[in-house]
């Protein structure tokens, strides 16, 4: 059973109002209610639990129900707690951004088969832990402004090769040098957001890059020449890539049949 009242912002009342047969929740930015997740702990059957943008809503983790399989409560700012109460479940999402009395390390997620979407945007410094304990199977992460955050790409990617969305701004500790299969990696994301990190530097022969499409926008610390680009790349994107070397017209002398956007 289902309850989606999505978007109804005139709604009132409190999560001991939820009916206890209800296996799919959805209040997203039902502003107006109220209550503790404690109300939902005895929901025996909840797989999908979601109250996003609604901001009096509070309590502690632990009092979720285990058989939930998708979490979203961002920007519930007074829902606490622990990550590691998700340990040993069957998470497919998890959407916490924004709720920032929130703390612990993601190795809680490492075995976790099923975990695709990995939303902890702007939680803050209580989240810890390196990015290769996320388990292979993310396809969406948010870390960004989790400034306990570490890790390099380079060994992120050979294990998280799904990767298709990825937010890590902010997050200074995170670094390292891009080879070619990384700039390959990263060119072919949906979307990403990789400034305000650490140092990042071009390194390894760029002739091996085998996109057609080279995408290194918004990473803002990256240093390095691509001077020995392929002449196969028609594509260049490198918005606020502000150390790269090399003119607009450097690279347009490099690869004239090559689209540049700087």
């Keep these: 059973i289902s309850l989606n009242i999505e978007g109804c912002i005139n709604v009132t009342g409190t999560l001991d109002d939820v009916p206890r047969t209800i296996s799919r929740l959805n209040l997203n930015y039902c502003w107006k209610l109220t209550g503790d997740v404690a109300c939902l ?7 999908d639990i979601s109250c996003m943008g609604c901001p009096n809503i509070g309590g502690q983790l632990i009092h979720l129900p285990r058989s939930v399989r998708t979490v979203e409560l961002m920007n519930c700012p007074k829902v606490e707690g622990n990550i590691s109460f998700f340990t040993g479940m069957d998470l497919r999402t998890l959407n916490l951004r924004w709720c920032t009395k929130i703390t612990g390390h993601i190795s809680c997620m490492e075995n976790m088969a099923s975990l695709t979407d990995v939303n902890l945007g702007n939680v803050g410094p209580r989240i810890e832990g390196n990015l290769c304990m996320l388990p292979p199977t993310v396809t969406n992460l948010n870390m960004a402004y989790c400034p306990r955050i570490q890790g390099d790409l380079e060994t992120f990617a050979a294990k998280c090769t799904r990767v298709e969305s990825l937010n890590l701004e902010g997050c200074h500790l995170v670094a ?3 080879t070619p299969h990384l700039v390959d990696w990263l060119s072919g994301m949906k979307e990403k957001n990789l400034n305000s990190c650490g140092r ?10 085998t996109t057609p499409t080279v995408d290194l926008s918004n990473m803002g610390t990256l240093e390095g020449n691509l001077g020995a680009i392929p002449a196969s790349v028609m594509v260049l994107r490198l918005a606020g890539c502000w150390k790269v ?13 090559c689209k540049i956007f700087m």
Aim: net charge negative; aromatic share 6%; proline share 3%.
């Design 200 to 209: 990042f530097y071009l390194t390894g022969d760029m002739s091996e890059v």
């Design 176 to 178: 390292g040098g891009i």
């Design 41 to 47: 702990t005895d929901l025996a059957d909840a797989t």
């Design 245 to 257: 070397s090399g003119s607009k017209a450097d690279l347009q002398s490099m690869l004239p049949h």
